[in-house]
């Protein structure tokens, strides 16, 4: 069976806050058998009308599960830059949408992000509910590290895109299951 493609961009729109969960998480496990992987990696950089927008985009593939697929998504780290507060967010994508938190979006919204993981939601036969992490080998990715490398880069329509090496860490378990 092919794995299911999702795509996330991470981008939190202004104003905007995002619900809790509808369930809660019954244990948390790393994601070492393959349930998911990270695909590619890629900052994309546009610049319309001298507004500039840096997203991070991140394209899963998820694996036949032992349970219900609930939930795909990340966690984030980031700082303001306009007042050095640190603040954490998750992030969530389904099979209809993907979600964005944006890095960089007029002079008012400017975030550095600290690090980030990446998870699924599984509600297995039984009725548990758990969340699958994909992360650093138990400590988070970092963009410094996830860009370091030979990347590339590609145009788009008013910027550009610059793709992560496939052979970083965040690319780990894709090499392993392939």
Known sequence: MRPVTFFILVLFILGTSFASEE???????????????????YLESKSHYGIPDVSMVTNFKVNKQWG??????????????????????FVFGDYDRSIEFLIKKTREMDREILEFAYFIDIERPEGEKVRLWQSNERSNFKISDVMSGLTYETSIPYGK??????????FNQKRSCL
Request: charged share 35%; hydrophobic share 30%; proline share 0%.
């Open 68 to 89: 219900k697929l609930l939930r795909i998504g990340q966690w984030v780290k980031f700082e303001e830059k306009s007042n050095n507060k640190k603040n954490e967010m």
């Open 161 to 170: 895109r610059e793709y992560a090496n496939q052979l970083v860490e965040l």
């Open 23 to 41: 369930y809660e998480i019954d244990s948390n496990y790393e994601s070492t058998n393959c349930e998911f992987y990270i695909d590619s990696f």
